[in-house]
């Protein structure tokens, strides 16, 4: 009879494997032609955050579990197409930034959401109303909002209606972001998302309230005076949270494209980086 070895005991000194690289057994192709490396549910990952603003537990409970199982694998997939997972694992949010450098070949896949004045002011509001009330679900009202703006008394505003009218705009602004969630059985009534407070740092936010401060004492009448546009001047937050004053222009010429989240940045004739043009949200 053949010796019994001894037991093998150099376990802890095999190399460690990555939580989710090789979890899931052999997968199955799913199209013709694939030739993933990762797991399907990190590739399913991977393709929510690039097409939403944000992927959230409350909202979709098992993409995040995916986002927080595969987050190291996604980061080297983001790294290389030079973006960076953000991760609020207190409020179950995950975000993917443009991470900026200095590149002629280098190219923006993130669209970029251009927020107006009265959206930057509601952002704002909205972002410290969140962390004040310190609850899980924030809700709020549209007479609640309306009310948020009483401290705006810019020479442009002495017209209440048009002045209501981009309060409504702001809203209808936030709720195509996906910050404020209108209740289906009562219209008047939003949940504000618990992101904002992950978007909305406290540095981006000091910023924002100095802008607001200073438009609102500024008594002067922005260059968009048409009852048609937002009113007041684009805001810019880059992907560091760093926040930007762009001089007074009118909305519609920013030529920012506002279909969709995301998109390639095809201006294949323009080598240069382009500016930031408002909020990448």
């Known amino acids: 009879m053949p010796p019994v070895p001894d037991e093998f005991t150099g376990y802890d000194d095999l190399p460690a494997v990555a939580r989710g690289a090789g979890d899931d057994g052999p997968r199955t192709p799913r199209f013709d032609g694939d030739v993933s490396a990762m797991p399907d549910r990190a590739c399913w990952a991977l393709q929510n955050l690039l097409a939403?603003?944000?992927?959230?537990?409350?909202?979709?409970?098992?993409?995040?579990?995916?986002?927080?199982?595969?987050?190291?694998?996604?980061?080297?997939?983001?790294?290389?197409?030079?973006?960076?997972?953000?991760?609020?694992?207190?409020?179950?949010v995950a975000f993917v930034e443009q991470v900026g450098y200095d590149s002629r070949w280098g190219r923006r896949l993130l669209k970029r959401e251009t927020i107006q004045t009265y959206d930057a002011i509601l952002a704002l509001h909205l972002a410290k109303h969140v962390r004040a009330a310190r609850e899980e679900r924030v809700l709020i009202t549209t007479e609640e909002i309306h009310e948020l703006f009483a401290g705006v008394s810019n020479t442009i505003d002495r017209d209440l209606a048009l002045f209501d009218k981009r309060i409504d705009k702001a809203i209808d602004k936030l709720e195509e972001i996906e910050i404020l969630r209108r209740h289906r059985d009562d219209p008047d009534t939003f949940t504000v998302s618990p992101a904002i407070t992950a978007i909305m740092t406290a540095s981006v936010i000091t910023d924002l309230q100095r802008q607001f401060e200073q438009f609102i004492g500024s008594g002067e009448e922005p260059a968009d005076a048409d009852p048609g546009g937002d009113g007041g001047r684009s805001v810019g937050v880059d992907g560091e949270g760093h926040v930007g004053d762009d001089d007074y222009r009118d909305p519609g010429s920013s030529g920012t494209d506002t279909a969709g989240t995301h998109h390639a940045d095809t201006d294949d004739d323009d080598d240069t980086d382009d500016a930031d043009e408002g909020d990448e949200w």
């Open 52 to 92: 939403r603003r944000y992927v959230s537990g409350d909202r979709t409970p098992q993409l995040w579990a995916w986002v927080i199982e595969y987050q190291e694998l996604l980061r080297i997939r983001l790294s290389e197409l030079d973006l960076r997972l953000r991760l609020a694992t207190e409020l179950e």
